[in-house]
């Protein structure tokens, strides 16, 4: 599977975007699917993680309730809405995708657990 992430920009704080990722190939359904951001001079960090079927989310703690990931297994594309954004938000999102189990809380944060990895959009926050 082969991935592109899209949608990000510039918005103010407290203002939404959306992020999308498209996959190739046709058994993106099997892939658990990830959002992972890079902020200048820090390590990348979780955002989020759904299962392959859509019932099941985990985020990170400094997002959580403000950010959601939803999938179209159809259309092959998995969405990050991100509400009452803050300059802190400010970062590179990547979107993933892995296969493994089970898809808990704890395994949804390990990087290496996905592979491939999308090319990073660019998301800025002002205040």
């Known amino acids: 599977v082969q991935l592109q992430a899209s949608g990000g920009g510039l918005v103010q704080s407290g203002g939404s975007l959306r992020l999308s990722c498209a996959a190739s190939?046709?058994?993106?359904?099997?892939?658990?699917m990830g959002w992972f951001r890079q902020a200048p001079g820090k390590e990348r960090e979780f955002v989020g993680a759904?299962?392959?079927?859509?019932?099941?989310?985990y985020y990170g703690d400094s997002v959580k309730g403000r950010f959601t990931i939803s999938r179209d297994n159809a259309k092959n594309t998995v969405n990050l809405q991100m509400n009452i954004l803050e300059p802190e938000d400010t970062a590179v999102y990547y979107c993933?995708?892995?296969?493994?189990?089970?898809?808990?809380?704890?395994?949804?944060?390990?990087?290496?657990?996905?592979?491939?990895w999308g090319q990073g959009t660019q998301v800025t926050v002002s205040s």
């Open positions: 759904i299962s392959g079927s859509g019932d099941s989310t």
């Open positions: 190939g046709r058994t993106f359904s099997t892939y658990i």
């Open positions: 993933a995708a892995g296969r493994f189990t089970p898809f808990q809380s704890v395994s949804a944060r390990i990087q290496s657990f996905y592979n491939p």
